[in-house]
């Protein structure tokens, strides 16, 4: 399932070489980071509002453009789905204290 990722991920690089005006992506990179990361909590406030709904299908969306965005403003600073999934894994096993607890030293 991670391939998906990815392939998303390879497309959005690719996206970066784009003409801003036919390319939604190559439209966020040239408008910068501070848009990139509007889109992102715009994403997450109405993730947040399909989950309060209860609609299984709309929270499923909503995540998809969540995770789209996030993807998007890894490829701007130059990281991928890869670092994240790496990060995760490294945490695989821990509990959410232990984890905490790393962080705080």
């Excluded at 005006?21 to 990361?37: N, P, R, T, W």
């Excluded at 894994?89 to 790393?102: D, N, P, T, V």
Aim: charged content about 30%.
């Amino acid at each position: 399932m991670s391939d998906i990722l990815t392939e998303l991920a390879e497309v959005l690089e690719q996206r970066k070489q784009q003409n801003p005006e036919q390319s939604y992506v190559a439209g966020l990179y040239a408008k910068g980071l501070d848009s990139i990361l509007k889109k992102i909590g715009e994403e997450a406030t109405e993730t947040v509002i399909a989950a309060k709904g209860g609609d299984k299908r709309q929270i499923v969306y909503e995540t998809a453009d969540l995770w789209f965005h996030c993807l998007i403003m890894l490829a701007d600073q130059g990281l991928g789905p890869e670092d994240v999934l790496t990060e995760l894994q490294r945490r695989f096993g821990l509990s959410g204290l232990q984890e905490k607890a790393q962080r705080d030293n």
